[in-house]
């Protein structure tokens, strides 16, 4: 009969080893900083502490700050989170989820009262440039696909219907949904909230039908594409998302002039393909956002459009740019003056223009108040 | 400084316990000291005095007791009251001003500071020692460093155990090189402690969170899952503090008490008071239960006492009268069970699954006035607000399998193969890993007992 065999005392190796991997992230973390800016979350990371007072004691909760933004391996360690956050039955906690084979916001935050205001105040100040106007409000990507997703969430998703058919009721609004309906999975990308090109593509040609012009084709275009985008439904889900997009532009083929009034900046084109392969590679449109930007083609119809928009009319406008011959777009975060301002100050405007997001249009308070 | 944070996990913890090893026997308490202060200033430097003057008074206190005479019963009784001087003024004079105030015509105006980390914890600690000293159960430290060692051991120094003195002073006293196997053993309890608060406690109290912030679109079972969610919370989190501070301990080579022994697998309240918070429980009994006059006195006492116990406890865990209220209702629950249940034939004779289910019943109601919310709460697990809102069934479809993760940890006995058997090797790194995504991913969410 041979004695059991005994478990040999732990002589502390592996944990001193553990130890020192953790001193070493520290030390790594506080003695060799990275970057200030974290290219996949999009944002600036918190600074050095500041020199500590005892009257105004925040040492604790800078170098907490500190540490946290700059912590080695942070990305994959958030990937970690996440994803055992989504496999545990979590995801909706996540700042976009997987639904229905894409990465989608969650829900809009419905406001019926701020939607019913904005509409009277679009149309206050269409009267006021003296033109007819017009208003895209794309659904989201989640309503999009509500049908296909789990009967818990597609409830969720369902409360946004009162907002589509309180747009409805508005002369003004172009409705997209059951077009988007029908186009297939590719009218957003899978990795970002904004929509495709294709998307764009189908909200211009029902906005040229609606102010009596005919929409050139997309090959009256010059495209171009650019693979490897991840967008913002990537970077707010945290998740190791295999998937990447194909971001696609389509501009008219020369003769534009692009002036950014921001920086007087003025430019023969529309995409910027050097962007495309940057941190924000929506930013292939016109460079990103900006608080007015006019684009001229002289080879298009004549008359003026004002856009007034989101981030969503990016991919858009260079495609109006194709039927109208001066597009003027302002984005009210971006631009000191009210909506009132910019009109009187357009001069001679053929129609008016809003883009916006359903979440910009009910709970954007800049535009509530820029459109006073 | 808390636990759980870059700060510590990355620095503090692993210089200590490193720094710890490598020292010479002589500097090893000294060390210590010097590293519990920091943990304890690094929120407010200020707070270093209070701990200090907690240090100063207690030692010196109990040495001029040791000089006898008449005067030794005046010197413990100031040092008591100077003890609690901070303790009321800190935690307790805002809620004594509002109650006034409520109730007088003349107004107070005073402003109240924050109320400094642990101070119920170390005050409760040194009060013990100033009392077993007064009674002669405990020796009077005469070094200065080894009673502000224990005064002020960082692993237990904001949230607990209470340790009495005598449990630490012949270790203190040795304080010999930790060994691999404590070192590998405190190192497992620690991960294991941060995993219950990172990963269990954070998460189901995000949970919790949702459902108080609005408990009209809760409903009724949003309400009853929150307040599910908020028993699990409150014990992850202090069970977890409790884990990581004896693990921290048993890396210094310290032993101390435990402070939890699966209380929601108690089945009866009397059971679960004898395994949550051990060390607070066994405090107010020693101190407090005892002297009133304990169990030897006749039954009415005995159930006055309990009444007063059960209202202090409550004061301990917040000022507030929903805490009075709290301690109250286990008192009246404790002397029901005593007088009507425990040791009734047919009591015992009912399924363990049964009892158990009614105490964590009882104790999860319990935990409903802690929280403060009261009308509210009351009014959704009562079906006040109706249904539920698709917002809220979604969270509660998401938490659900969390949630049983919860009540499997908490309700089902551990296997036999497994009892009193440290973590898997393989285990505390995964779990720390976890945690390190968790604290990157999410921030780091304050201890709920820090605040007592």
Known sequence: MTAKKRKAPSSGRAALLGLSLLLAAGLYALFFPQSDFSTWERRYLSSAPSAPSVADWRLDSE??????????????????????????GRRTQLGAWPAAGALVEEPLTVSLNSLERRLKQFGALAEEAGCAWSLIVPPTHGYLLRERMEPLLSALYERETPVYEALSAEPAYLPLNSLFAVAGDDVYYQTDHHWTLKGAYLAYSAFCAEAGRTPLTLAAFRASEYGGFRGTTWSRSGLPWPLTDTLRGAEPDGGVTLTISDNGEVYDHLLFPEQAGGWDGYALYLNGNHGTLTIENPAAPEGTLLVFKDSFANCLLPLL???????????????????????????QVDRLLFVYSADSVMNDTVVARKAR | MLFCSFIFLLLLMPVTLLGYRLLPERGRLPFLLAVSVLFYGWASPLWILLLAFSMVLNWGGALLMTRGGRRRRWVFVLTLALNLLPLVWFKYAGFLRDTWNSLAPWPLSFATPPLPAGISF????????????????????RRFTVFAVYLSLFPQLVAGPIVRYTDLEAQLLEHPRPTGEQLTNGLRRFCAGLAKKLLLADSVGRFWGLINADFAAAGTLGAWLGLLAFSFQIFFDFSGYSDMALGLGECLGLRMPENFLRPYTSASITEFWRRWHISLSSWFKEYVYIPLGGSHCARWRRDVNMLIVWALTGLWHGAGWHFVLWGLYFAVLLVAEKRLLLGRAWYERLPHALRQGVTFLLVMLGWGLFSGFGTPLLTGLSGGYGASSPETLVRCAAFAPLLLLCACISFLPVPARLRGKALPRLAAPVLMLLCLAALAAQGYAPFVYFQF
């Open chain 2, 122 to 141: 170390f005050t409760f600690q040194a009060m013990s020692y100033l009392i077993d000293v007064w009674r002669g159960k405990a020796k009077v430290q």
């Open chain 1, 63 to 88: 170098v907490e700050a500190y540490l946290s933004d700059r912590v080695p391996l942070r990305h994959i360690l958030v990937n970690v989170d996440s994803s055992v956050q989504a496999l545990t």
């Open chain 1, 321 to 347: 740019s194709g039927s109208w011959r001066t597009v003027i777009a302002v984005d009210a975060r971006y631009e000191g003056r009210s909506f009132r301002q910019v009109i009187s100050e357009a001069g």
